[in-house]
């Protein structure tokens, strides 16, 4: 199971937190607004950030 929390620090970043919850390694590439943004192996019963800037309100994110 993949979780996907979101929050902003500053203005213009703002950071996405995958969190692997599933007992295998996967591979998780992030899109928002159909861009991909970053693509990373995330280890089992692990989490990983991903920065994303300019992000505007009600931009959608998907993860796969």
Do not use: W
Request: hydrophobic share 35%; net charge positive.
């Amino acid at each position: 199971m993949i979780e996907v929390k979101f929050f902003e620090e500053e203005e213009l970043v703002h950071y996405i937190q995958v969190e692997n919850r599933s007992t295998v390694d996967r591979v998780c590439r992030v899109y928002v607004d159909g861009k991909m943004i970053g693509i990373s192996k995330i280890p089992a019963k692990s989490m990983k950030e991903f920065q994303v800037r300019n992000y505007k309100q009600g931009s959608r994110i998907d993860v796969r």
